[in-house]
């Protein structure tokens, strides 16, 4: 559509000129030619005019010349007296008139009687009466008393020239014996001999105006001339006609010239049209139609393509384009590089891995995989800066290069990586996952960095068909969970799991579970959390115990993150928050305690903690006001809606919030501070270095300083050392939870505890 419309304006553009050209010459040049030739006409019917009236004047004069010389003659005098009667036979006859060219000549005595007349040219006159009678009428023309005579008069036949002249003696000598006519008939011959001397047609008519008229029509201009200008006297007119030879043929060139104008201006619209059609707007139209193509295909490799014999101004702007189209396909190369690449380690990531995955050749029969999580990076990133955390995780990543092989490395989260050999099995991948552990820890005591520990899971797929990379690295997940729970510094397969061990174990830990939370296997042990100076408990935090009936006293660190993954720590928690608050009101309020209990996300996400809160404040009547929730730090990252709304809730209610394990997570203060907590505890980490490591003195001062700026109450957990709790108390007002002052106790040694410490 579009391309009609520049078609039809290019159309118009051009035919708009050529008419207006056209017109131009139409409104100014047609009117100066018609004017010219019009003068020019003019001009020669004034010539014609001229030639005409000489024409008439040789006449007369040759007439009149006849005339005197007949009339001046003795012997015509001589005769007309009577007196030379061989006169006619010697000098006069009928081949005498026609000799001297005149139609009739009559002698008149002095009496005006006719003494001789002879007829020439006037055949009609047969009879001697007839003759008598013209004679008689042309004598009464003749005027005696003027000396020289002519005219034109009109008589029965027709016009004639008429003159006259007294007879006298050859010297001149008179008194005249009579008078010589001589007619000349204006007949047709007469006219056929003016008319070729005049070198037009002449018609000779009674006169019909007193001057020259000249009457134009297209083709001619008619002309009456009165014959009055040559002869004394004459009724009559010369009539002829001039051709406006000028002016026709103008007109005709005119109307030739306009018409062959008109040809070669469709002509020229149709030639310029085609032209400019061919040049610009048909190749603009291919170039569109490509970039239609382009558009639709989506195909970032598509060009226009160009004809490098016609370099002009379009084929400039096609290259342009296809410039614009290099410079955009570069652009989606690198941004997809950026998607596919980790910006720090130039490794690829999780994306290239699916990417990489899901194009992997069938042929490949068997597929090593190894997933490697870096053992307490967030830690050393805290405790070290981030600038070594950087530097340990390019380190790690040259050294997968290292090995790779015809492999394939990947950083696939903050502190994991995935390598994939298309070819190795579980032993090859096992010595490359020893070295790497080698490396790592080696390249850790030359940064002063003790005892860095990798935990290495390892796959094999053997039907990559049948294996997808959802499979894989669920798989992956699977092994790498097992490797931790298990312990650190680990390697460990997903054969060995699938065989027996670890598999079987986790069966087993969710079945003992269920049944721990049925049997009332699990215990409460308390922590108390005191003020050292002075020496006052505070609160108690609610901690978990699990005595196995056959296996023995099993970790909350090591079943607790069981029961997460196995979703059976909502069921445990519930069971920890009404166990703590029955069994731990009264003294809590005896001795004007806080209680602590500790929240897993999972809790917070599915309300189950926030209902079972309402119950049992329901029930037991405790006073909402002495609890302290703990959410760990690591667990705050994401779902900050859920976390935000849990928190209000439960500060609505008067429950204070506290965030536990501050340092193991890597989330912002500003972030911190839009959950409006109340406490915040320090993770034992910061304090185990205290009082020998510098970087961990200074970094404790400066979170005291932060956080006691910010207004929040800080408890310093794992504090075991007397030099430690020198330190906090130095700096800080904190609350110190740790083995200096009591071990996580059961209720009845609490008590004691508490007594002894009253008591104290
Ligand atoms: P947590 O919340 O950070 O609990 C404090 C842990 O630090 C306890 O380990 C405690 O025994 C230990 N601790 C306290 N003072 C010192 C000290 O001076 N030195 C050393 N080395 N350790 C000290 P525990 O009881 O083994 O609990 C481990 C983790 O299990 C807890 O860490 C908490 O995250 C989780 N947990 C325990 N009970 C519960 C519970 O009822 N619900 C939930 N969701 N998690 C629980
Ligand atoms: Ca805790
Ligand atoms: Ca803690």
Known sequence: ??????????????????????????????????????????????????????????????????????????????????????????????????????????????????????????????????????????????????????????????????????????????????????????????????????????????????????????????????????????????????????YTNTQTMLETGMLGLLVLGVGLLLTLFWTINQIVTKRLFEIVKELKRITMERNSRLRIPIKPRKRDEIEEMAISMNEVLDALEQTQKESLSRAFRDSLTRLPNRLAVEEMFTNLPVSSRQIGVMGIDLDNFRRINDQFGQRTGDAMLTFFASR???????????????????????????????????????DLREWG?????????????????????????????????????????????????????????????????????????????????YQPIVSPHPFQVRGVEALVRWQHPTKGFISPGVFIPVAEQLGLISEVGRWVLRRAITEIMNHVEHFDLFLSVNVSKRQILDGSFLQELKNVLEETGFNPTLLHVEITESEVGGNIFELQQFIHVLKRMGVKISLDDFGVGTSSLSYLQSLHLDIVKIDQNFVKGIPENTFDRALLEGLYQTFQTLGLEIVTEGVERPEQLAFVLEYSSSLIQGYHYSKPIPLHQLEHYLEKVVVT
Do not use: C
């Open 400 to 438: 997968l290069m290292f090995y790779k092989e015809d492999g394939f490395v990947a950083r696939i989260g903050a502190d994991e990586f995935i390598f994939i050999h298309p070819n190795w099995a579980t032993e090859e991948l096992t010595l490359v996952a020893n070295q790497l552990i080698k």
């Open 1 to 246: 559509m579009v391309g009609l419309r520049v078609q039809t304006k290019l159309f118009l553009a051009i035919a708009v000129n050529i008419v207006l050209f056209i017109g131009v010459i139409l409104f100014i040049i047609k009117p100066y030619f018609i004017e010219k030739s019009i003068e020019q006409d003019q001009a020669m019917t004034q010539e014609q005019i001229e030639s005409v009236t000489e024409v008439f004047a040789n006449q007369r004069m040759m007439q009149e010349r006849t005339l005197v010389d007949w009339a001046v003659w003795s012997n015509a005098y001589d005769f007309v007296l009577g007196k030379n009667d061989a006169f006619v036979a010697n000098n006069m006859g009928h081949e005498t008139l026609e000799n001297l060219g005149v139609g009739a000549m009559i002698f008149l005595n002095e009496d005006n009687q006719v003494v001789y007349s002879e007829f020439n040219k006037f055949a009609h006159l047969t009879s001697d009466a007839e003759k008598d009678a013209f004679t008689k009428e042309i004598v009464k023309f003749s005027n005696k008393s003027e000396m020289k005579q002519h005219a034109v008069y009109g008589t029965d036949y027709g016009p004639v020239v008429f003159m006259s002249h007294p007879i006298v003696k050859s010297d001149g000598a008179g008194p005249p014996a009579g008078t010589l006519i001589v007619i000349q008939k204006i007949g047709p011959d007469f006219l056929a001999a003016m008319s070729a001397q005049a070198k037009t047609n002449l018609s000779i008519s009674p006169l019909s105006h007193q001057q020259l008229t000249v009457e134009t029509d297209e083709q001619f201009a008619r002309v009456s001339l009165p014959l009055q200008a040559i002869y004394q006297d004459a009724n009559w007119e010369v009539n002829f006609s001039v051709k406006r030879t000028y």
């Open 445 to 525: 005591l030359k940064q002063g960095m003790n005892g860095l520990t990798l935990s290495i899971g390892i796959d094999e797929l053997l039907d990559p068909n049948v294996l997808s990379y959802e499979v894989m690295m669920s798989r992956l997940d699977v092994v790498l969970h097992e490797v931790k729970v298990s312990g650190k510094n680990n390697i460990l397969s997903y054969k060995e799991i699938e065989n027996g061990s670890h598999y079987l174990q986790a069966l087993e830990m969710e079945r003992d579970l269920r049944h721990a939370l049925r049997n009332d296997e699990f215990e409460l042990y």
